[in-house]
């Protein structure tokens, strides 16, 4: 268990270094690099967590497409790649508040509501089998739902960006 | 490992997500901090998946979220490439026709 712990602290303190300096680094492309250090990180605490299956969509989705998508959005809406001065709002401070105010109520009300509950020691882990069997089983129509939704928006991204 | 290690990360990840989205002004900011707000409820689902003794539901809530996250930044991109076509600008703050 201790082992999990270090490797826990290790990858929470990779990602928390990330999320911080995405929200304020300078440099856009910055930015989606320290994403990637962010969502890298979380797949490894989703194979801590023995969720294997969940890590590697983690890894294809988000840091195989996601990632690509936003370099691309950089590349077509900014036509100088470096840094830039005028990426925070006037109002930046308020944010810090709300957003200093938000980890403050939430840290709160974990810490009051599970305090030292710990996880499970040795757990039954869940094979990939077993994900897909209730995806196509229990969760078959939001499934279906989901293709539709992915496909429409497929097509939406397609007619928004198409230049005519 | 307790269970509120991982709650914890994720509450400081969404915190951090939030700030991004009322603090950016670049269109493709705040997407990227969307994402780090999603990847802090994924974080707590596989969390409480494994407090629920490896429950699949919270495997597959986590991957529903990730494959809409992806539709979302797909159509999101789209717009602020419309956007920035159409005003050669992707700043949110100039986005002020409908403001009163």
Redesign the interface.
Known sequence: ?VA??IA?GII?AA??IG??R??TTNN?VH??LW?VV??GG?AA??V????E??AV??VL??VG??IV??L???M??RARIGR?D???????P???V???A??GT??YV??DA???????KD????TTQ??S???FS??LL?FWA?SV??TA??I???V??R?D | ?????????G??????????V????????V???I??IL?AV??NL??F???N?????G??F???I??????????G??????I??NRRS????ELDAMKG
């Open positions: 268990m999990q712990n826990f929470a990602m928390a999320a911080i995405v929200v856009v930015a989606a994403l962010v969502l979380a605490q989703y801590l967590l023995a969720a299956f969940v969509t983690q989705i988000y497409a996601v998508l936003f691309f959005g950089t077509l809406t830039a005028d990426l925070n709002n006037r109002q930046w308020i944010a810090l709300v957003a200093l938000l980890a939430l840290g974990l810490i599970f305090g030292k509950h710990e996880l499970p757990p039954a882990v869940a077993q994900v069997n209730s995806i229990t969760y939001p989901l939704v992915l928006a497929l939406g991204a397609i928004l960006a230049r | 490992m307790l269970i509120n290690q991982f709650l914890l990360l509450a400081f990840l969404f915190a951090t997500g939030v700030y991004g009322l603090a950016r002004k670049n269109a493709v900011l997407l990227m901090s994402e780090l990847n994924n974080i596989i969390a998946s494994l407090n003794g490896s429950d699949v539901n495997m597959v986590a991957l529903f990730i494959a809409v996250a992806a539709a979302e930044v797909g159509v991109l789209a717009m602020v490439l419309l920035y076509r992707i700043a949110l703050s």
